[in-house]
């Protein structure tokens, strides 16, 4: 089988030398890359840099090798066209269908799926130009990713950074997954809550679960690659943000709870992937709790948490907003889902089997998705990222 064809635009941004990364992991995963970098991008890293580690040769204008007609073939053959980073100039010249380099060209020609992973000063990407571009851009069914907060070029901090090239080629990898189809999310807020909730006793100690986060991050990075904007709400995890996505990182239930319902109030879906504490120290002490040798310890008074999901679904922030919930179980798992999604209200109900081996910081899962309306989808033992796909097709199916 032929390596699938992709075309790492290059800008030029300080973020230039993080597209060599991106290279790298294209290349070492199969795919042959053709790096187009623009002639300001050269001025950040040189031609020899993209030529030696793509393996094809490097132009940015369309006056070379005329005779294979580049600025139409390098598009038509492309399967996956991603811009990292795509600058401000790189974004407007896109939108506006300009054709003076072969980047710009090879954007015009290509039919395949477009990524954008901008990155800039903050001013450069809230300025009214640039967020009409990128709408523009989305519209026409490109992905542009948000991008990350952190530190920017010189001392400043802000949104604008480049997101980790790891996780771009995450959004990459499922992208190319999904072929041509259009992103089916587009123009829709999801939030995602992720991760397991700690509700403190003192400084050093707290009540936690064993949730690792990654299938809410695979909901993440998967809603991303299908065009949505991501909240995403992330309870203590260790792993790193996903390219696109808004995180916002919170510790206790209360906290979670502020954080959705302040994300949620227009969003078009939220799913509560993370697993929240149900219950909570009913007095936190200041300082640390002492043992006293000659005593025993003192019983743990709890007090109910919020529930948040059925909080949500019985009071939605928006008409027609969907619901989805997750419900961890080891025995009798459908009909306690079942029961769950009843209580619960919301409209879809992920029902996975867990115990001490299972599921929790696993990288495969299996599920089955229990709907309001009787439906039932059995999710097979796959990768999460599996199960995030079928959770947002039948997101997307509620969405109409
Ligand atoms: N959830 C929530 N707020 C809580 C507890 C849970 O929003 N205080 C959400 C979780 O994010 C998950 C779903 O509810 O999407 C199911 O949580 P689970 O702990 O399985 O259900 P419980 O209501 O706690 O039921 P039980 O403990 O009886 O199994």
Redesign the pocket.
């Known amino acids: 089988m032929d390596k699938p064809r992709v075309v790492l635009g290059v800008s030029g941004g300080i973020a230039a030398y993080k597209a060599c990364e991106l290279l790298r992991r294209l290349t070492e995963s199969g795919h042959d890359v053709r790096v187009v970098p623009t002639a300001s991008a050269l001025r950040f890293v040189g031609a020899a840099t993209w030529a030696a580690l793509s393996g094809n040769p490097v132009s940015t204008e369309v006056w070379d090798e005329v005779h294979e007609v580049p600025h139409v073939r390098i598009g038509q053959q492309a399967d996956l066209v991603v811009v990292a980073p795509a600058t401000a100039d790189t974004l407007a010249r896109a939108a506006h269908g300009l054709a003076d380099d072969l980047l710009t060209n090879t954007l015009l020609t290509a039919r395949c799926p477009v990524v954008f992973a901008p990155a800039m000063h903050t001013e450069m990407w809230e300025h009214p130009a640039t967020r009409e571009n990128v709408a523009t851009l989305r519209r026409r069914g490109a992905v542009v990713l948000e991008p990350a907060v952190g530190r920017l070029t010189g001392a400043d901090t802000g949104k604008g950074r480049l997101p980790e090239p790891a996780e771009i080629f995450e959004v990459c990898r499922r992208v190319l997954a999904r072929g041509v189809r259009e992103p089916d999310l587009a123009g829709r807020h999801v939030v995602v ?1 992720a991760g397991g909730t700690r509700e403190p006793l003192d400084p050093v100690r707290f009540l936690g679960n064993r949730s690792s986060g990654k299938q809410g991050y695979a909901l993440a990075r998967t809603a991303v690659a299908r065009g949505a904007r991501v909240t995403l709400i992330a309870a203590n995890t260790a792993l790193p943000d996903p390219a696109g996505a808004d995180v916002v990182r919170v510790e206790t ?1 209360l906290q979670l709870r502020e954080a959705v319902l302040k994300a949620a109030a227009d969003a078009d879906a939220v799913v ?7 219950f909570r120290p009913a007095s936190y002490a200041t300082g640390k709790i002492k043992k006293k040798d000659d005593q025993e310890p003192e019983p743990l008074a709890l007090v109910r ?6 909080e949500m679904s019985a009071d939605r922030a928006r008409p027609g907003q969907v619901i989805v ?5 080891t025995d009798d798992v459908l009909a ?1 889902g079942r029961r ?1 999604l009843a209580r ?1 209200g919301c409209d879809l109900l992920v029902v996975n089997e867990v115990g001490e081996h299972r599921t929790f910081g696993a990288e495969e899962n299996e599920a089955v998705v229990l709907a309001a309306d009787g439906g039932e989808t059995p999710v097979p033992h796959g990768p999460k990222e599996a199960l995030a796909e079928t959770v947002w097709d039948l997101v997307a199916a509620r969405l109409g």
């Open positions: 809550s239930a509560m992937a993370a697993a929240v504490a149900d948490n919020p529930d948040i999901l059925a919930g997750f419900a961890a179980e306690n769950k619960k």
